[in-house]
């Protein structure tokens, strides 16, 4: 049987769940693939209902859920409350964006001369790419999980979800399952369109199962590799959309530092050790000019102040050991402030860590994943553009600069740009904002793709385009026919609103 | 020094031209980097001008290109006229798509409150990824090599391109760099913006070279695995766009054939002869009613009355023979025209091969490139599932019936569409539309990703997303200014048109 443990304490328990037989997971994905065919006879109007229904469900059990979280990630109650809220109003986001129907791409190009003869009628819009296998976080047992971004986006683009629970947490993910599970059921939804398996070897085999379209992963570098490896080994291989692993650079100006101080010491401080620092937009580094005492003074005390905080898991508690002595050890980091365990549990106090921007190598830039912070000490802004270049790209670059320093921000910007998926200015990379808008992802080793997983547009990593050549109007979907509205459409390459 | 070889003789002559040599690689592709930031600060309004006036450079060199393509490949010149005036057709197309702006799939959430609290300003649009290595294909000496889709939708999207010369067409391909060098120099274009390299070892250095930022290859399933190996290798992975391999059912009703049998030969016979049958999108597997005699009459009398048209190329020329020994030996096809070479070079005869539905098997199913095609006889129209299920997905799929026929039309689209990226209505899957809504991609092994090769969003493949956070105006791209016009931008959840 699985178990499940309380980091707060470190007891652990058995659960009734055991881990998926080998025998049991082909019936779960072809279910899934029946469902995947059902999926497609619904009309979007349909599923934008599912996907509040699914919102419904998961806020009707919000006690509970918070409860078992609570008991198996250590995360405190009011993160967990507006994790479960964000997750409830992301199916709603993706219900409108269903409603919307951009995400479908739709485009019609009528027959017509060209100057290489008479060209037919050619209709493209996105499908659903198939039934897609979601493997949540650690960290974000709502937001990144059984409930999270990749379960709501491949759900929206139309898709069947087979779910590998995390081990951190498998009776939240079960909890949860049951949630999604019951409310799909009362709407009506096809059997087979959520399925869940538990273990690693499961996960495995999920991945390699040949109904399975594509995969959507939010965890460790490692992990990721070796999915990626049992996908290079599939007789078809799939997409793999994997968000992986980011440091977060964040610079901070001379003048931004003399300008506010306190309040980015105060910012900062929250900022990378909220949720213990478990956040994969948690800012790693933070570079500082060497006259900016006082923010370091500021964070030093409060972190030797802080409270201990448990880590989600005993790997997780142990690896923020291992990298905190390598940054040292190999990176040639000084330590400011050493953490210390809690009394029981998994609990650490955040660690502060120094090296100079002319010493920093990439040794010292491995992410660590907890309340842990390196500042790089600068003494002139020109050093920056170099130890830049020796921290991996990232998901997040953030810059804290005044309003004289226009030419200093431009110039800050154009060296993060190519190397991160999203720039703060004068704020903090953690908070994702689920909208339209937003992008997380970034270039290797923060994301192997060029798609988000938060946002709407992480709708488009489920789905794939389709072309349809002279076709009747009797075969296209009702957003390709002639005389259908409601949908923007390309037509004749002028777009149009629905 | 590099050889070239004409396929109408077999005649192999020495060229001016040397492999690339390692140490003369990372010059080209450094200046590509140093072109890429240049790129980025010029305007989108430079850009299309760009890519017109690439495609008058193109079209200045006309009768000097054709005629090295015609010695190289032996492809028929006014299908080599064509594909020029399609190559610059497309430079054009892109050129009014980098206009147009709505591939920038710009985003602009203002600041607003949130039910998990305040969210943060968000703007989000597609950024170029960075230097693009294209490998052009064997068989469109223009539409997919040095001047092809894939470097023309690369530049388009902001990207320098360094291109790897096909071995069959050295000369084609050098003139053709040069055409594009003269016009680029002459619009004022960076000068590392565009680069070339020869041989199969510079190849594989530059898939490997850390500066190139994505792939996009037009080839055989063996060559790209190879690639991927490499991309596996490296540091940091990049995304890899291949156009593999196709068969491209394609499916005759008994209503159709019996309404057009004889109309539908002819087509038939033109769309797998065509370009001696090297195009990638070649109807390789024809599904007829076994009563359909007529139709397979017509086509082994086209068959045996046709002259030999050149391959390629000798790799080309041996392939074809053994792959139609194969599946007479392996998948149990009977042969009902033998081909025959021709007096010289690499030309050969059409070949027809025929196999009952019943006895259809994946051996069968090996896509042969060259004049060949595999009738799969039907009893029955239910016998066509399960054989269709054999076939390896395509780029393609055809569905010649007839408006009686609309509830088998509706099944057969049913079933052909997980499995393909376009679906043919009455027509002939060759003959790729460059158009906005074209899709020129399939599940593996059609291609390995989710886009397309052909048409505007091929674009897509060499951009991703950047996001700007409560960034200042100074920093912000036009066209994400909060007062800026000319493109389509979603703002706060609502489309907009440009």
Redesign the interface.
């Known amino acids: 049987m699985l178990t499940t443990t309380d980091p707060r304490t470190g007891v652990t328990v058995p659960t009734a769940l055991a881990p998926t037989a080998p025998e049991e997971l082909s019936p779960i994905t072809a279910a899934a693939a029946v469902a995947g ?1 059902e999926l497609q006879r619904r009309s979007r109007a349909w599923r934008a209902g599912l996907l509040r229904a699914l919102a419904d469900g998961l806020e009707a059990e919000r006690d509970g859920l918070v409860e078992a979280a609570l008991a198996e990630t250590g995360l405190a109650a009011p993160r967990l409350q ?1 994790e479960l ?2 997750s409830a ?1 992301q199916f709603r986001l993706f219900a ?1 964006a269903v409603d ?1 129907g ?1 995400y479908l ?1 739709a ?3 009528h027959a017509a001369d ?4 008479p ?2 009628d ?3 819009m996105l ?1 659903p ?2 039934p897609v296998a979601v493997f949540g976080s650690s960290n974000f047992p709502f937001a990144f999980s059984v409930v999270g971004g990749d379960t709501a986006s491949a759900l929206a683009a139309g898709n069947p979800v087979v779910i590998k629970a995390h081990s951190s947490h498998p009776l939240t993910s079960e909890r949860s399952f049951t949630a999604l599970r019951h409310a799909a059921d009362a709407y009506g939804a096809p059997e087979g369109m959520l399925g869940i398996v538990y273990g690693q070897s499961a996960g495995a085999a999920l991945v390699a199962d040949p109904i399975i379209a594509a995969v959507g992963f939010t965890g460790s570098l490692s992990t990721g590799r070796i999915l990626l490896d049992i996908i ?1 080994r599939r007789e ?4 793999f959309f994997g968000e992986l692993a980011s440091v977060n650079p964040l610079i901070v100006t001379p003048a931004a530092a003399a300008a506010r101080g306190s309040a980015i010491a105060e910012g900062l401080f929250a900022s990378f050790t909220g949720s213990a620092g478990q956040l994969c937009t948690k800012p790693g580094i933070a570079f500082l000019p060497a006259s900016a005492d006082d923010i370091v003074a500021t964070i030093v005390d409060r972190a030797r102040d802080a409270g201990a905080q448990p880590l989600l898991n005993a790997r997780i508690h142990a690896s923020l050991d291992e990298i905190r002595q390598r940054l040292v050890d190999e990176g040639g980091a000084r330590v400011l402030v050493a953490p210390h365990a809690g009394d029981e549990g998994f609990s650490v106090t955040p660690a502060v860590l120094e090296i100079a921007a002319v010493d920093l190598t990439a040794a010292a830039t491995e992410e660590a994943f907890g309340p842990l912070i390196l500042f790089v000490r600068y003494d002139d802004v020109t050093q920056i553009d170099a130890a830049l270049a020796t921290i991996p ?1 990232s998901l997040t670059a953030t810059i804290h600069s005044e ?1 004289e320093d ?1 030419a200093l ?2 110039r800050l ?2 060296i993060v ?2 190397r ?8 903090y990379p953690t908070g994702v ?7 997380h ?1 970034g ?3 923060a994301t ?5 997983s938060v ?1 709407v ?1 992480a709708m488009r990593r489920f ?10 109007d ?2 296209l979907p009702d957003e390709l026919r002639d005389h259908a509205v409601g949908v ?1 459409r ?1 037509i ?2 002028v ?1 149009r ?2």
């Open positions: 065919a507006t809220t964000r109003f409108d919307d951009g791409e485009v019609i190009d060209t100057p290489m003869g060209g037919p050619v209709r493209r499908v790419l198939g290079e078809r291989p799939i997409p790209p309003s226009a921000t431009a910007t154009d740009m190519p991160v998926g999203r720039i703060v200015y004068n704020g904002r689920v909208s339209w808008g937003m992008h992802g270039p290797w080793p192997n793709t060029q798609h988000t946002g547009t789905l794939r385009p389709l072309a349809w050549q002279d076709a009747p009797a075969v923007p390309r004749d390459g777009l609103l629905g």
